[in-house]
């Protein structure tokens, strides 16, 4: 049996970064890889050799196409790697994977994003509230999803990513519910993977749908009153974040979509997954 099956979603602009990836994983040693790229919106060409393609005729957004491609590669670990990023030791997927076989509640571990100009590692990119230490590894509530490992069991059973997310808070939502399903998530800030310096996404539709999207995940997942209290604390955090009128403005519409519009299947998160998010030091109303 396959032992790891990647899947590299592209929209086809970045083929340079594509090849560096691709390779990246290629080089690994010590184990199988089903490796697979995701043309979202495109046909992927020009692929090295021993890399499959699926081709959608339009962009269906990041979860979703991630959905798809965890659906066509073969693998008990699945990962999930953006195609920017580059594995630089060969042993990286190998170490993962004996890790994941060693814990059987293992359900994430995601890498240590690592600037290759040398720059410190982007706060999004650390897993916790306090991110004053990139290099400290252990269990956390939430991880970055552009270099994540999941068992296929516990993604399955968590629901996969939220397909009608589109983009943005899709990891917020499976890390939820794999810490439901009774797995940990694993910050393995000792396997380190490059991914250049990046804007975080601030166009007004983008944080439209960032808000939406914060929204439908409490929605989703929230017992109540924790889903109120949710939706209280981050309605006040983005007026206070806000940097222009037009950026409040897109996120209050935001937030006005995410109320009136369908979420989507409601399955609240128990109270004991509560209080252990809790204790990991982000409990789910921050």
Known sequence: ????????????????ELDRALRSLLAQRGLSVDLL?????????????????????DNVGVPQGRN???????????????????????DVLARVVADFHAD?????????????TGAPTARRHIPRLHVSDATRSGDVAWFWEGCSFVRRTAFERAGGWPGRFWYGHEGIELAWRVIDAGYRIRYAAELTVLNPPAEPFRAPGQQRINA??????????????LLELYLLVWGVATIARARNRASLAAALAGFGDGVRQPAGERRPISWRSVWRMTRLGRPPIV
């Open 1 to 16: 049996m396959t032992d790891v099956g990647a899947v590299v979603l592209s929209m086809g602009n970045r083929p340079a």
């Open 37 to 57: 790229v995701v043309g979202n919106g495109w046909a992927p060409v020009d692929l090295p050799a021993g890399v499959r393609s699926l081709a959608l005729p």
């Open 68 to 90: 798809l491609g965890a659906a066509e590669v073969d693998g008990e670990i699945l990962l999930f790697f953006d195609d920017d990023l580059e594995l630089v030791d060969r």
């Open 104 to 116: 059987r509640t293992l359900g994430v571990v995601q890498l240590r994003s690592v600037d290759p």
């Open 212 to 225: 939406r999207n914060r929204v439908w995940v409490a929605r989703r997942n929230l017992p109540h009153p």
